[in-house]
C-alpha cells in the first residue's frame, strides 16, 4: 500500500523522477503491506490500491463510553463483514485533518500491532497479516493534552481494490464539553441518513420555479418528469430549506456550493444508487479528490424514488449549521455545482463522465426565488471552441478557394496595387491567424497550465497553432513571380497550408467530446463530417470545371495540340459559374457555422 502523502508530489516530481516514483508506486503494492507495517499513512489513511475507495462504509467502530479525562482508558471495537487489513487512529474531532491523538494498546497481539504516527508513540493500530477477520478490539489511552471531543476513524481493507477510507467512529468528549453529535455506532446507515428514510410515490414538478422555488434546470426550462432533465430545487420553510434533486443516472447524483468555479473547498450533497436504492450523503469537495464523507448527517425528511431512467432524491437541512464543519450557511451567495456519474458496487462513485453543470453567477438560494439554467462548458472553453470555428471552418476554408481558383476571376488591382485575390486572400488567412492566437490562449487562462486530462487535442492544437504562424512569416518571404525558387515555395506553401488544415479538423474531432465542451453525440460528428464533406465537393467541382475549360481550347492541327486562348482567357470564361459557386459555398459554411456555435451556446 502506498499512500496519498505520496501522491501530493505528484504535481512536484519531474519527467524522471515521477517516473520513477510511479514505477515504485504500482510494483510495491502487488504484495501490498500484508504486514500492516504501514506507517506512510498516518496522515491520509488512504491505500494506493488503483483504485477508488468505496462510498459508504460496512464495517462499524463502536466504544465502551461517551466520556473521558486524560489517562482514561477507552475500549473501542471495530467489526463487520470479513476483512484483510485495518488502520484505527483517534483524532480531534474538530480538525480531523490533524495528527493522531493519545496511545493504544493491544488486546490481541497476534491480530494486531502499534504504529507510531508522526511524533506520537503507539498512536495507530493496524493488522500483523492478511488473515481474515471480523472483530478487532484494542484500547485508547487519552493524552494529558487531549481536545475537548476526541473521534475515532478507521480504514479498512476487505480485498485489494476493495476498501472504505476513514470510516468515521463515535465521538468520545471530556466532562463539560459539547455533547456528540453522533451516536456510538457509525453504520453505514448512520452515515447515510441518521433520520428515517421515505419513498417518493411521484417525480418532482417544477410549476412553483420563480415563484416559492429556486430552481436550477438543464437543459432551460425542462421539465422534471422528463428523461433527459436534470433539477434541481430549494425552497426555504422557516430556518430550513428543502431540496429536491434529480435526473437521467443510475449511479449518483451531486450538487456542491462552491465560492468560485473551481472544484475544491466545497460543501456538497450526493445522492447514490446502490442495489436499487438510494443513499443520501454529505460530504466536503477538497481539490479534485474523491468527496470526503461526513461523519454526522445533517440531513432531515429524506426521500428518493428510482423509475423510468430518473434518480430523484429530497432532503431537508438547516439554514445555519454551526456544529456541523465544513457545511455553508444557505442564506449566503455561491456558484452551484449540479453534476452526476456512476457508482459500481458498494456505492463507490466514479468521476463524472461529462462535465458538471455550473451556474453563470452566485446566487442565494434562500432570497428571491428564481428560475435559471447553468452551462456545462465554461465560458472561456466556449469562446475557444467558438473562434476556432470561426477560423478554421470559415476564414481558412473560402480563403484557400479564393487563391486556388480565383486568380483569373479577380487578378485586377485592389489596394495598393495588389491584385483582388490575393488581397481577399490575404485577409481572410490573417484573420485565420489572429482568431487560432486568441482561441489558442484561452484555454491556458482557464486551466491555469497545460491539461493533463484532454488526450492529443492539446498537442495537435500547439502544432496547427505554430503552422498557422508559420504560414504568413514564410510567405513574407515570397519570391518573385519568375524567380527559380518561385516553384518550391509554392509547394512548401501548399503542403504547410493543407497540414493545417488538415490537423486543425482532426483537432476539432477530438476537442469537441472532451468533458469541458461536449457537444451533442453523434451530432457532433455527423456535422463535421458533413463540413469536409461539403468542402471537398466544392473543391472537387471547381477542379472539375477548370479542367473542363482547358479542354474547351483545345484543337487538333498538324496533328498536334494548339492552344487557341491562354489558361487565364479560358478561366475567366467561368467567372460566373465561380462566383455562383462561391457564393454558395460561404453560405453553406456559414450554415455550418452557425450550427456548431449554436450547440455551444447549448451547453
Not at 455561491?334 to 458496487?345: N, Q, T, W
Not at 479560358?570 to 459555398?585: D, H, M, N, P, T
Request: charged letters at 15%; a neutral charge.
Amino acid at each position: 500500500m502506498m499512500f496519498e502523502t505520496l501522491l501530493e508530489l505528484q504535481m512536484e516530481l519531474p519527467g524522471l523522477a515521477f517516473a520513477v516514483w510511479m514505477l515504485i508506486c504500482f510494483y510495491a503494492p502487488v504484495g501490498g503491506y500484508p504486514n500492516g507495517k504501514v506507517r506512510e499513512a498516518c496522515t491520509s489513511m488512504i491505500p494506493c490500491h488503483g483504485s477508488s475507495p468505496q462510498l459508504l462504509p460496512k464495517h462499524t467502530i463502536t466504544v465502551n463510553g461517551t466520556e473521558f479525562k486524560p489517562g482514561d482508558s477507552i475500549e473501542v471495537h471495530l467489526s463487520g463483514p470479513v476483512f484483510e487489513g485495518f488502520f484505527i487512529q483517534a483524532r480531534d474531532a474538530e480538525h480531523l485533518e490533524s495528527p493522531a491523538l493519545g496511545s493504544f494498546m493491544l488486546a490481541d497481539r497476534r491480530a494486531s500491532q502499534l504504529l507510531t504516527c508522526g511524533r506520537t508513540k503507539n498512536s495507530a493500530v493496524s493488522h500483523t497479516s492478511k488473515a481474515k477477520k471480523q472483530h478487532i478490539k484494542v484500547y485508547w489511552i487519552a493524552p494529558g493534552d487531549a481536545p475537548k471531543r476526541v473521534q475515532f476513524l478507521a480504514t479498512v481493507v476487505k480485498k485489494y481494490r476493495t476498501f472504505w477510507v476513514k470510516i468515521p467512529g463515535p465521538i468520545v468528549s471530556q466532562p463539560n464539553a459539547l455533547s456528540p453529535a453522533t451516536p456510538l455506532h457509525a453504520t453505514s446507515e448512520a452515515v447515510a441518513t441518521s433520520h428515517p428514510v421515505s419513498y417518493l410515490s411521484k417525480p418532482f414538478n417544477a410549476s412553483s420555479c420563480g415563484r416559492t422555488k429556486f430552481c436550477i434546470r438543464n437543459p432551460s426550462n425542462c421539465d422534471p418528469e422528463s428523461a433527459s432533465c436534470f433539477f434541481l430545487s430549494f425552497q426555504q420553510e422557516g430556518s430550513s430549506v428543502f431540496i429536491e434533486m434529480s435526473g437521467p443516472s443510475e449511479g449518483y447524483l451531486a450538487f456542491a456550493l462552491s465560492h468560485d468555479q473551481w472544484m475544491g473547498d466545497d460543501d456538497a450533497y450526493l445522492c447514490v444508487g446502490e442495489d436499487h436504492h438510494v443513499h443520501t450523503v454529505t460530504a466536503y469537495l477538497k481539490g479534485r479528490s474523491p468527496p470526503v464523507l461526513d461523519s454526522e448527517n445533517a440531513l432531515e425528511d429524506v426521500s428518493w424514488r428510482l423509475a423510468d431512467g430518473l434518480l430523484q432524491c429530497s432532503f431537508r437541512r438547516s439554514i445555519h449549521l454551526p456544529a456541523h464543519k465544513g457545511r455553508f450557511n444557505l442564506n449566503a451567495s455561491y456558484y452551484i455545482f449540479l453534476a452526476d456519474g456512476e457508482a459500481s458496487e458498494g456505492g463507490v462513485i466514479h468521476k463524472h463522465q461529462q462535465q458538471p453543470l455550473i451556474t453563470s453567477g452566485m446566487y442565494n438560494v434562500t432570497g428571491l426565488p428564481q428560475d435559471i439554467g447553468g452551462s456545462r462548458s465554461p465560458r472561456l472553453i466556449k469562446a475557444h471552441g467558438a473562434l476556432m470555428f470561426i477560423a478554421w471552418i470559415t476564414t481558412v476554408s473560402i480563403g484557400v478557394i479564393v487563391a486556388r481558383f480565383f486568380k483569373p476571376v479577380w487578378s485586377y488591382s485592389f489596394l495598393f496595387g495588389k491584385e483582388m485575390w490575393f488581397q481577399v486572400h490575404r485577409m481572410l488567412m490573417l484573420t485565420t491567424v489572429m482568431l487560432t492566437g486568441i482561441s489558442f490562449v484561452l484555454p491556458f487562462i482557464y486551466r491555469g497550465g497545460w491539461s493533463q486530462q484532454a488526450g492529443f487535442h492539446p498537442y495537435l492544437g500547439c502544432t496547427v497553432m505554430a503552422l498557422a504562424i508559420f504560414q504568413p512569416l514564410m510567405a513574407g518571404f515570397r519570391p518573385s513571380r519568375h524567380a527559380p525558387r518561385r516553384q518550391l515555395f509554392n509547394w512548401f506553401h501548399w503542403s504547410t497550408g493543407t497540414a493545417a488544415r488538415i490537423l486543425a479538423v482532426v483537432t476539432m474531432f477530438l476537442g469537441m467530446n472532451l468533458a469541458a465542451l461536449d457537444l451533442p453525440d453523434p451530432w457532433d460528428t455527423y456535422t463535421m463530417i458533413a463540413f469536409v464533406t461539403w468542402h471537398v465537393g466544392i473543391d472537387v467541382l471547381l477542379e472539375i470545371h477548370s479542367y473542363c475549360l482547358i479542354r474547351k481550347v483545345e484543337v487538333i492541327e498538324y496533328d498536334r495540340v494548339q492552344i487557341l486562348q491562354s489558361l487565364t482567357s479560358a478561366e475567366a470564361e467561368g467567372r460566373l459559374f465561380k462566383q455562383i459557386v462561391l457564393s454558395i459555398y460561404v453560405c453553406g459554411n456559414i450554415v455550418f457555422l452557425i450550427a456548431f456555435l449554436a450547440a455551444i451556446n447549448q451547453i
